[in-house]
């Protein structure tokens, strides 16, 4: 069952890939970047948009939005190369941080999500123009996925409690 927030959710991440990625296009000789950007072609505004489409899965299945995300954006480097995408992927590996600690279940499927929101945030960062690579970028990505992870485990803990007093 999705909720409003679902589809709000996803329409922020789609609104936020938009933008950055009509930034990329613009950015080509921009050299307040870190990196040049490696392409100005168009094709990278609707595969980026596939990037936000599984959070609408987030509740049912947070294991399969968290890995169908990464390999989209594993395609999406792939593909395109150098271009700014810290922007939308590092607060989507925070939300998918997030619904893997309240949606994902047992301890086995904790540890396969969070590795998946690790694997998005390394993808994100390897190829961004913007912080120009990795090390910059994954001492605010992780920390911030650390933090989203644990209050999604809070939440997770107090829905837990709720219900076993309400049973």
Not at 57 to 70: F, G, K, Q, S, Y
Not at 112 to 117: D, F, P, Q, S
Not at 150 to 156: F, R, S
Request: hydrophobic content about 55%; glycine content about 10%.
């Amino acid at each position: 069952m999705r909720k409003t927030s679902d589809y709000v959710l996803a329409g922020l991440f789609t609104a936020g890939g938009i933008l950055l990625m009509v930034e990329n296009l613009m950015a080509d000789g921009d050299t307040s970047l870190a990196h040049p950007v490696s392409t100005t072609s168009w094709l990278i505004l609707p595969t980026f948009l596939l990037v936000a489409v599984p959070i609408l899965w987030r509740r049912r299945n947070a294991l399969a939005a968290t890995w169908l995300t990464v390999a989209v954006m594993a395609a999406h480097v792939l593909a395109f190369g150098w271009l700014t995408r810290c922007g939308v992927g590092l607060p989507l590996a925070a939300a998918l941080a997030y619904a893997v600690a309240r949606f994902a279940g047992g301890l086995r499927n904790q540890a396969i999500g969070l590795a998946g929101v690790v694997a998005l945030i390394v993808l994100t960062l390897v190829r961004d123009s913007s912080i120009g690579g990795l090390p910059g970028g994954l001492e605010i990505g992780l920390p911030v996925a650390a933090l989203f992870y644990g209050i999604g485990l809070t939440v997770q803990n107090r829905v837990a409690r709720k219900q076993l007093v309400a049973a």
